[in-house]
């Protein structure tokens, strides 16, 4: 059946059969028990590992099924493997590329990881592949029809018909005991995990609140609702009920606290009222720290919202969007103002950029607004800059100085509002739906027609770094370039976005989700 047979599960009881597992991973044994949620262990642990397809997942709950250990997995890529070590409540989950298991473990390292309200701790196995029975009929079935939803194939009859309305890219989401209130804005940095959220309607239906959302691809809304759907956003409440939409596309009339198409920031705000009383939204908007501690995983991105000030409506360059990041760890021998507005302009339109004079290893980069924000820190923190693993944080910041007139602050600030490289200016753009998360396989555009493949390896190699693979697009006006690591392509998406191919082409490049 296809996309079904390279999936394999395996579950071992025997004490013996564990012992190949049982070996802490190496230098593990300094690593708190768990309990500690502080983000001193977190890193210690991410770090103390090498990376492998094969992550080593602990302290899960008795009742955890194979199910929740794949949806942890699945927003990240194709999960190929399962073992789950039930005396023991822990898992091993094998992701297809190790590549998707360093974009998982990143991820997780900045959003506490939960299975069932519980949190649960990830991290590189010394394993790099599984190899395990594939007997247990039952986690065989809940792994055939994940996989049947994640590749597209075609699953067995049984499980046909609840995948019957998965080819929807739209989900229909009732929220259950809502005793807090759960805005647009929380809802787009939730499900924003699993794809590139397109639009929003939020309406009260039955006196219960509900929205529409459409995402850019239907594989998206299947692993969302596989991952979300019974999930509470808050601790013991507010939980989300799932179901794929009839409707395959959904028709925004204006941006406001009730609706959103993030294609079209043009759109006008029209009479909507805010959805939720104004005097409920400041008080749980002050509370909001004291519930950080008791929200399971969904929640870490939707309270970073509610912390940057509710995600204004796009508009440009506008101050007080909260659309301003703050990035650490830089590369400060090597890092500039336009390095960054390049790679963080895959995200979103890069306002200003500004290195900080003391601390020149840090810079804050305000984006058009807080969507694009939220969708730059979720792709670029934790990954590999000039040598260097970044950390991307919301700032406090409503919007990035420029010096004061006549003052010279060496170039470490500069003002892009006007730049003609913005990705996302022109409303409904094709660019909205073609936003995926770093990897090595790059996307070329914009090739004129006399340049070959050997001067795009040449150029590309020139610029650091291996040439793996390359493919020509029929027209040859795009093409397909996979360097050897993703800190490569990254690296050359900085040198050589908008390079000037000669007649005045200007070669672009983005990230793609396609492999040569």
Not at 185 to 194: A, N
Request: charged share 20%; with cysteine.
């Amino acid at each position: 059946m296809d996309g079904l047979g390279d999936v394999a599960v395996g579950v071992k009881r025997g004490s013996d059969e564990l012992s190949m597992y049982n070996s802490p991973n190496s230098g593990m044994s300094s690593i708190s028990d768990g309990t500690s949620n502080g983000s001193d262990s977190k890193k210690l642990r991410v770090e103390e590992a090498p990376p492998s397809r094969v992550l080593h997942i602990r302290k899960l709950p008795n009742e955890a099924s194979e199910t929740e250990v794949i949806a942890l997995g699945l927003p990240f890529g194709k999960v190929t493997n399962i073992l789950t070590l039930k005396g023991k409540n822990q898992a091993f989950l094998e992701m297809g590329t190790e590549e998707a298991a360093i974009t998982m473990v990143n991820y997780y390292a900045t959003v506490n990881p939960h299975v069932r309200n519980v949190p649960v701790f990830i991290q590189y196995s010394n394993h790099k592949e599984l190899k395990t029975d594939v007997g247990n009929s039952r986690a065989q079935a809940v792994l055939q029809a994940v996989s049947a939803v994640h590749s597209g194939g075609s699953p067995s009859s049984d499980v046909q018909e609840a995948l019957a309305a998965a080819s929807s890219p739209v989900l229909r989401i009732i929220i259950d005991n809502m005793f807090y209130p759960v805005t647009l804005d929380v809802l787009q940095q939730i499900f924003s995990k699993f794809g590139t959220v397109m639009k929003i309607i939020t309406f009260t239906k039955n006196n219960q609140f509900q929205a529409l959302l459409q995402y850019s691809d239907p594989i998206n809304a299947q692993q969302s609702k596989l991952a979300l759907d019974g999930q509470n956003i808050y601790n013991s409440c507010c939980t989300l009920r799932i179901d794929f939409s009839k409707l395959v596309n959904l028709n925004v009339k204006y941006n406001n606290d009730k609706s959103r198409d993030y294609t079209r920031p043009d759109l006008p705000a029209g009479d909507g009222q805010p959805s939720i009383d104004p005097n409920v939204a400041a008080a749980f908007n002050k509370d909001s720290n004291s519930l950080l501690g008791a929200m399971n995983p969904l929640s870490a991105a939707a309270a970073a919202a509610a912390a940057a000030g509710r995600v204004a409506l796009a508009g440009h360059g506008q101050g007080g969007s909260g659309g301003v990041l703050l990035v650490s760890n830089l590369n400060e021998e090597m890092v500039t103002p336009q390095s960054l507005f390049t790679l963080f302009g895959v995200y979103g339109d890069v306002q200003r950029v500004k290195i900080l004079y003391n601390k020149k290893d840090s810079a804050l980069i305000q984006m058009s607004d807080g969507n694009q924000a939220q969708l730059a820190m979720s792709h670029l923190n934790g990954q590999k800059m000039y040598g260097k693993i970044i950390r991307v944080t919301l700032s406090k910041h409503q919007s990035v100085a420029l010096p004061r007139d006549g003052l010279d602050d060496q170039g470490l600030t500069k003002d892009f509002t006007n730049s003609p490289l913005h990705r996302f200016k022109k409303p409904g753009s094709k660019n909205f739906q073609n936003i995926f998360p770093p990897s090595a396989t790059l996307h070329l555009s914009n090739i004129p027609t006399d340049v070959s493949e050997d001067d795009l390896r040449l150029l590309f190699s020139n610029a650091g770094g291996t040439v793996k693979a390359f493919k020509f697009f029929q027209d040859h006006k795009m093409a397909l370039l996979q360097m050897s690591t993703v800190e490569e392509a990254i690296q050359v998406l900085i040198d050589l976005h908008n390079y000037n191919m000669g007649g005045n082409q200007h070669l672009r490049v983005s990230f793609s989700k396609s492999t040569i």
